[in-house]
């Protein structure tokens, strides 16, 4: 299968820092997707990103389509306790319609 | 959950039992994915299905089998579940945020799988 790299595996922050965390990988991607995960729920999707330099934000999240189109990364402004999770990057090579998921960075935030 | 549920949402199971997940959509969506998750490794695709009738491997298909006789549901099966099966399963749909031809995944709650 297809590698995903996600960094960093986790992070811990003071309340009202910002966040950032990428993924990379081995092979070109036609859509970047950023999902947060809360304990026992299933992965939200947050943003969803489709051509190469694309910018998209949502409320304090913001990531970007890499150029290259094999990497993508996810910011998050001002962090609040409830953005405590963990973040998924998950790509798709336009075959078959499958994604392929990073293996997640697990944010903490001290209040 | 965007209209996606799984049943049972926990179960243990003793090796070599088997069982059925379902995997339910209320939006008439064509693809439907099975994923497991463990620790440390992400979410990795089991099987999928394109369509009413078809279904297709995915990464680590061994052990699973599916069917999606109906188009709202897509059903993952364990002949005779080991250990390595315990993990938790999520079903996802693929679905659209409204802009034409491009296509995003959402996932229903989990099933919480215990195989001793």
């Known amino acids: 299968g297809q590698q995903l790299n996600q960094s960093p595996q986790s992070m811990f922050i003071q309340e009202g820092e910002d966040v950032s965390m990428n993924c990379t990988s081995s092979?070109?991607?036609?859509?970047w997707l950023w999902y947060k995960q809360d304990p026992g729920e299933g992965p939200v999707l947050l943003i969803a990103?489709?051509?190469?330099?694309e910018l998209t934000s949502n409320g304090r999240l913001t990531a970007q389509f890499g150029i290259t189109r094999k990497d993508s990364f996810l910011n998050i402004s001002a962090s609040i306790p409830s953005d405590v999770g963990i973040y998924f990057c998950a790509g798709d090579t336009n075959t078959g319609n499958q994604f392929y998921f990073g293996t997640g960075t697990s944010l903490t935030v001290i209040p | 959950n965007a209209g996606v549920t799984q049943t049972p949402k926990f179960r243990v199971l003793k090796t070599g039992q088997s069982m059925t997940l379902l995997c339910a959509q209320d939006m008439n969506h064509e693809y439907m994915y099975w994923y497991r998750q463990d620790p440390g490794m992400g979410l990795r695709l089991i099987h999928y299905?394109?369509?009413?009738?078809?279904?297709a491997k995915g990464e680590v298909p061994d052990g699973y089998n599916v069917s999606r006789l109906k188009k709202q549901n897509f059903l993952l099966g364990l002949e005779s579940a080991a250990p390595s099966q315990t993990s938790v399963y999520f079903c996802?749909?693929?679905?659209?945020?409204?802009?034409?031809?491009?296509?995003?995944?959402?996932f229903g709650p989990g099933t919480r799988l215990t195989v001793l």
């Open positions: 092979s070109i991607f036609n859509t």
């Open positions: 996802a749909i693929d679905g659209t945020s409204g802009r034409a031809g491009y296509n995003e995944q959402f």
């Open positions: 990103l489709y051509k190469a330099g």
């Open positions: 299905s394109v369509g009413e009738g078809t279904t």
